[in-house]
């Protein structure tokens, strides 16, 4: 078997401006089927996919695909009544609240250890954490040593409802968190839920916290992240 010639294993601007291309392309091909709530889990896997290419490429083309979702994003949530946010007053303490798709008894599981890490280093004189599951499916069951441990700190723990739409789950949760008059948010990952949050909530602040995942969600206040084009954008 014959092996092939250097020359195609070299990355040049041409090859990588082709392989975005076809990105967009399937992207586009895929989101006119989908619904527009679909459409965001597809942005979501394939900004997934795209950060985990072994080759990195850097492209004004992979910018401008970028830009294109979160004009998708835009349109869609034009057509919904989006409140406006409160102002962070200031006060004796804060009410944070952490929102993270789901939490795993695993060693090697970052945003369940980075969560507690956070929440074992917290002045509790100047903040009230809660942690609030966002994952519809979550399973008790895989969390039962880090629920305990959350629970003698004294952390309030929320759990989502089932079978609910993304916009509706969307409404119940910040209908929630408006109730427990949270003023700050933390988005553990990119998820379509968080993504709806971001854009219903009247909470003051929203920082978003990266755990491997690079994120499709626009601008948020704050970013916690390791990756630096993530940040540049």
Sequence with gaps: MKSIPNKFWKETSSANELCVLGQTITYRKESSRLTPENVFYLQNETIHLMRRDPYQIISKKRDDFYKE???DQKEFFKNISLPKRRELDVKKSYNIAHIIPNI?????HA???RLIEILENYNRDDFNPSVWLSEQDCDDQTAQKSFSKLKKMG??????????????????FVKQLEGKEI???VLHEPFVIHLFI?????????LFMEHGYYSFHPPLDALITSHHGQAER
Excluded: C, R, W
């Design 198 to 206: 971001q854009h219903m909530t009247k909470v003051p602040l929203i």
């Design 111 to 113: 945003p369940t250890n």
């Design 69 to 71: 979702m979160i004009d």
């Design 155 to 172: 952390i309030p723990m929320f759990f989502p409802s089932k079978e609910l739409s993304v916009l509706n789950h969307a409404k119940e």
């Design 104 to 108: 795993v008894d695993k060693v090697g």
């Design 183 to 185: 003023d700050i948010l």
